[in-house]
């Protein structure tokens, strides 16, 4: 997720488990508590999200040789994690990402910024519907209501199901209840890895999927589902900021980003080899509801939207919401009026566009590429005034930016060309 999307509580929450003092003579112990901490917040609540379940198929789509392109995104996120991190040690004032844009462009670029961060989570809520709507269709293939004349069912029916079910949350404001219900939404992504694990052992599936070493054609949708998988960015600050020692910042990102990468490869290639080149966009959508551990996953995965779409949204309204107060005194209608106008929207565009790998091809290629990859650098790079003179970082800097640039251009390219074919 992105610091936007970090809910006044839940950060809260964070900084309170991060800050720590050294009064007790038990500073080793503290400090641990602190880096175990951090780490369970940048590996489970905020980079592990919805994309991992893309994984398998973004393999599927480049052959076995795709690892090693997921391998050099992970390290070059690594990398403009850092650079972010001393963007925030250039200023002891910032303490979001939206000031470090600040810092580096002017107030113009934050608000740039801002918007960037509000259409990555418009996104992905939609991709929280689509995949309710999917794992609801798959459970539920042949439920149909007919009302009149009128035969509502399918995955368009399951949308509409499902936008139900969360318009209670998403009425809340405040939602210091939903901090811990996020935390078990991300929790969740945990169980749904370690069942589809258990299925290829011993649900009766196996590992004979015909797989391909390479497919070129494949690359620019795969490397596009790689980098969704990476849009935690813009949580540094707020992690980095909360942590009383700060010198641990690198080792704790380093143990994350290391820890993620064990469990996207895990998942990637286990699903490859499960399903081969029949792989679905999610994986557990293939995965049969007759066993105990596939099941276990299929229905974990329908509490994710659950969990997380209040959490997701809450950002996007309050800056609508903000704006329209400065007009109205009526609070809580426009509240309420803005928070159904936005679940509205947002389920009409799960169900005008239901392809969750073409939504994460697009966000992974233009939202995180932007607020992962180019952003970090062209602000350390401006901060710094490291582009002033020709050094290794520079060049490591200007290679990321190129890989940035050339995954956001044809990622963009091909996921939208999927979606238009498709539709």
Request: aromatic content about 10%.
């Given at each position: 997720m992105i610091q936007s999307c970090f809910p006044s509580q839940l950060k809260?929450?964070?900084?309170?488990?991060?800050?720590?003092?050294?009064?007790?003579?038990?500073?080793?112990?503290?400090?641990?508590?602190?880096?175990?901490?951090?780490?369970?917040?940048?590996?489970?609540?905020?980079?592990?999200?919805?994309?991992?379940?893309?994984?398998?198929?973004?393999?599927?789509?480049?052959?076995?040789?795709?690892?090693?392109?997921?391998?050099?995104?992970?390290?070059?996120?690594?990398?403009?994690?850092?650079?972010?991190?001393?963007?925030?040690?250039?200023?002891?004032?910032?303490?979001?990402?939206?000031?470090?844009?600040?810092?580096?462009?002017?107030?113009?670029?934050?608000?740039?910024?801002?918007?960037?961060?509000?259409?990555?989570?418009?996104?992905?809520?939609?991709?929280?519907?689509?995949?309710?709507?999917?794992?609801?269709?798959?459970?539920?293939?042949?439920?149909?209501?007919?009302?009149?004349?009128?035969?509502?069912?399918?995955?368009?029916?399951?949308?509409?199901?499902?936008?139900?079910?969360?318009?209670?949350?998403?009425?809340?404001?405040?939602?210091?209840?939903?901090?811990?219900?996020?935390?078990?939404?991300?929790?969740?992504?945990i169980i749904i890895v370690v069942s589809i694990l258990f299925t290829g052992v011993s649900g009766g599936v196996g590992f004979d999927g015909k797989s391909q070493l390479l497919i070129m054609g494949g690359f620019p949708t795969s490397i596009a589902l790689f980098i969704a998988c990476f849009g935690g960015h813009p949580v540094v600050p707020t992690v980095y900021i909360s942590m009383k020692n700060k010198h641990q910042f690198t080792m704790v990102m380093l143990i994350s980003f290391l820890f993620n990468n064990v469990i996207y490869i895990s998942i990637a290639v286990v699903g490859y080899l499960m399903y081969g080149s029949d792989v679905q966009s999610q994986i557990t959508l293939n995965l049969p509801t007759r066993e105990l551990s596939s099941k276990l996953a299929i229905y974990t995965t329908l509490a994710i939207p659950v969990c997380r779409y209040a959490l997701v949204m809450t950002p996007v309204a309050s800056s609508i919401e903000t704006g329209l107060m400065n007009k109205n005194g009526d609070k809580r209608s426009i509240r309420l009026l803005t928070r159904i106008a936005l679940l509205i929207s947002v389920a009409v565009t799960a169900c005008i566009f239901p392809y969750f790998e073409s939504l994460m091809a697009v966000v992974g290629s233009i939202c995180v590429v932007l607020a992962s990859f180019l952003l970090p650098c062209c602000c350390y790079l401006k901060i710094s005034g490291t582009y002033r003179k020709w050094s290794f970082e520079l060049v490591g800097i200007i290679w990321i930016m190129i890989f940035g640039t050339v995954a956001g251009v044809v990622g963009t390219y091909a996921s939208i060309s999927d979606l238009v074919g498709k539709m």
């Open positions: 809260t929450d964070v900084e309170s488990r991060l800050q720590c003092t050294d009064t007790t003579g038990t500073g080793f112990i503290r400090s641990c508590y602190i880096a175990i901490s951090a780490f369970l917040v940048l590996s489970v609540l905020v980079t592990l999200g919805i994309g991992i379940l893309t994984l398998p198929y973004a393999v599927a789509r480049s052959g076995w040789l795709a690892l090693i392109l997921l391998a050099i995104t992970a390290y070059m996120s690594f990398c403009t994690a850092i650079l972010l991190k001393r963007c925030m040690q250039a200023d002891p004032y910032i303490r979001s990402y939206q000031d470090i844009a600040e810092l580096a462009f002017g107030k113009e670029f934050r608000l740039i910024v801002h918007v960037l961060m509000n259409m990555e989570l418009y996104l992905v809520a939609v991709g929280l519907l689509i995949i309710e709507g999917d794992t609801l269709h798959k459970l539920f293939p042949n439920f149909v209501i007919n009302l009149g004349g009128l035969r509502l069912g399918g995955e368009l029916f399951s949308v509409v199901v499902t936008a139900l079910v969360i318009l209670p949350s998403a009425l809340l404001t405040d939602l210091g209840v939903l901090s811990y219900v996020f935390a078990m939404g991300a929790a969740a992504i």
